[in-house]
């Protein structure tokens, strides 16, 4: 026992001393602030310079005064001359917040903001760096979203987009630009890795000059200005969610507003309009016009506004695709 204690010590020293070999570097990291090419939002009633940098940098409190010094060169008419007031309204172009450490220039170009969280949800960085997400966190270009069980998450984009990603699901935000000309010419692709979510969409989705792509792997998904909801799920089971590359994966579709265009590998389009209803594997396209969607799809909100927009749709035809029609994957 005596022998045992010693050497324990012994080991211990010498790993205090290895320790203290090993060099120590301070977090020698400068900021940079420059403009936003991406990051534009519409000035609210009542909303104040501090409010708007308390809210959007939370997490660079020692910048504040520098990024409101900045945003003000940015965005000169945004402000009433006499009372040095936001003017509510106007467009207004933020701030990218470059770090510089080591020689090395690490951009996270912001895209939205967490508005709501429920359960336990987390984001991983392009990095790889994940971290939990709770209201007001800040969400970034190329970040995965993801909600446990029982969790949910409501996003709100630069463009005015909102995003309800459903439980146990992952979403990726490949790509999300809002050009300094506002709309025209803005980017948004998104893809959708397990689950499910309804879009809202803003000021790109709105847009024909702005390109906006949701990618299932299973169709891609256009919009002209709408609402909708997808999920991938486990065949018709919709209470299960699913990836998008496991083997018996469907995609189910309800369109609550607007309308939104369908396409497969091929580049074959079709299109889903308002209280219209579709699942689909990668190989086979059905539009359901009478069944219901299957349980898990919507929840309780949005199976109330796709039952309102029945009777005004009753009378409504196809979808322009070559859908198989009735019961080939529900069995209905």
């Given at each position: ?13 010498l ?31 009542n ?27 940015l965005?000169?008419?945004?402000f ?7 003017i ?32 336990f ?64 010419g803005?980017?948004?692709?998104i893809?959708?890795?397990?689950g ?7 000021s ?30 486990q ?5 299960q ?6 083997a018996?994966?469907?995609?189910h ?12 590998e091929?580049?074959?389009?079709g ?13 086979t ?10 349980p ?6 949005e ?30």
């Open positions: 026992m005596t022998r045992r204690r010693i050497m324990t010590g012994f080991l211990a020293s790993l205090m001393a290895l320790i203290s070999l090993v060099p120590v570097y301070a977090d020698e990291a400068s900021y940079e602030l420059a403009e936003s090419s991406r990051a534009i939002m519409r000035v609210g009633p909303q104040s310079l501090e409010m708007l940098v308390g809210q959007i940098y939370p997490e660079h409190q020692a910048l504040w005064p520098q990024i409101k010094q900045k945003i003000k060169e965005n000169p008419y945004a009433n001359q006499y009372t040095g007031r936001l509510e309204g106007q467009r207004l172009k933020l701030v990218t917040v470059k770090r510089i450490m080591q020689g090395e220039v690490i951009t996270f170009e912001q895209v939205g903001t967490i508005d709501t969280v429920k359960g949800a987390t984001s991983t960085d392009k990095n790889g760096k994940e971290n939990r997400l709770i209201e007001k966190s800040i969400v970034y270009e190329g970040d995965r979203l993801s909600t446990a069980k029982g969790a949910e998450l409501v996003v709100k984009m630069i463009d005015g987009a909102e995003m309800r990603v459903k439980p146990d699901s992952s979403v990726r935000i490949t790509e999300y630009q809002m050009k300094s000309g506002f709309e025209s803005s980017t948004s692709i893809d959708l890795i397990k499910g979510l309804r879009k809202i969409t803003g790109i989705g709105a847009n024909p000059l702005s390109v906006y792509r949701f990618h299932t792997g299973v169709l891609t998904i256009g919009v002209r200005g709408t609402d909708y909801v997808v999920k991938l799920c065949a018709n089971d919709c209470e969610s699913a990836r998008r590359n496991d018996d994966v469907r995609l579709t309800v369109v609550l507003d607007g309308l939104i265009t369908l396409e497969d091929e580049g074959v389009r299109e889903l309009t308002l209280g219209q209803y579709a699942v689909a594997t990668a190989d396209k059905v539009k359901v016009d009478d069944a219901k969607p299957v898990g799809l919507l929840n309780a909100e199976q109330v506004l796709f039952e309102q927009m029945q009777p005004a749709t009753e009378e409504k035809e196809g979808i322009y695709w070559p859908w198989l029609l009735g019961g080939a994957l529900l069995g209905i």
